[in-house]
């Protein structure tokens, strides 16, 4: 199975702040990378898929870049309804695979 | 509008079976794969595996063959995980998600939307 992790595990920022969120495949998976956003109690919300698209109705100020095995996430500027948990995700090999996740919460 | 909803929460005990679905709606079901996804307490996500509700094929991960089975009924647009005898250890909520795959054999796929969630609580 590909891992994959994330860093920062967990993070405080400020509204208005720039976030940026980084995921590292254990080996290339090309740009088969999406990027989902949990709120707490809530089901997992498509952010963003093939590394840089962005899912239908999600806000611009998030972004994503990268491929091979390095990715970021970044949310230009960050609003109260951003605070939430975020996971990368795989989709080069079966079974896909997920990040640990990043809390992003309130400083 | 694209939906998935989940049966209610579950409280079993240990050995007995259980079976949860998800509906889908606004869409043509048999169009796209189902998959579930498990989310123990606290913690992060796993894939279990996938069905084609076209033709019923599944496809598991390794970590969860053979102690859960996926099925669907493509007349009422349901998908289903179930277990035949349930551990303490399969307490978590348990996700199924539209699982969109534009080319088969590349890796561009993903899943949206997300059902509400289903949480088992499996407790003697």
């Known amino acids: 199975d590909i891992q994959m992790t994330q860093s920062p595990s967990s993070l405080s920022a400020s509204v208005g702040d720039r976030v940026t969120i980084t995921c590292r495949a254990s080996?290339?998976?090309?740009?088969?990378l999406n990027w989902y956003q949990q709120k707490p109690g809530k089901a997992p919300k498509l952010l963003i898929y093939?590394?840089?698209s962005l899912q239908s109705g999600v806000p611009s100020r998030f972004s994503g870049s990268g491929s091979g095995t390095d990715f970021t996430l970044t949310i230009s500027s960050l609003q109260p309804e951003d605070f939430a948990t975020y996971y990368c995700?795989?989709?080069?090999?079966?079974?896909?695979?997920f990040g640990p996740g990043t809390k992003v919460d309130i400083k | 509008e694209v939906q998935l909803v989940q049966s209610g929460a579950e409280v079993k005990k240990p050995g007995e079976s259980l079976r949860i679905s998800c509906k889908g709606s606004?869409?043509?079901?048999?169009?796209?794969?189902i998959s579930w996804v498990r989310q123990m307490p606290g913690k992060g996500l796993e894939w279990m595996g996938r069905?084609?509700?076209?033709?019923?094929?599944?496809n598991y991960s390794p970590s969860f063959q053979g102690h859960v089975t996926i099925s669907a009924d493509k007349s009422i647009s349901t998908a289903y995980l179930q277990w035949s005898s349930l551990k303490a250890s399969d307490t978590a909520m348990y996700y199924c998600?539209?699982?969109?795959?534009?080319?088969?054999?590349?890796?561009?796929?993903?899943?949206?939307?997300w059902g509400q969630g289903t949480l088992v609580t499996v407790s003697s």
């Open positions: 093939a590394a840089s």
């Open positions: 995700q795989q989709s080069y090999s079966t079974p896909p695979t």
């Open positions: 080996q290339s998976i090309s740009s088969y």
């Open positions: 998600a539209r699982h969109i795959v534009v080319v088969v054999a590349a890796g561009d796929n993903w899943f949206d939307p």
């Open positions: 069905i084609d509700p076209s033709d019923s094929y599944t």
């Open positions: 606004g869409y043509s079901f048999t169009s796209y794969w």
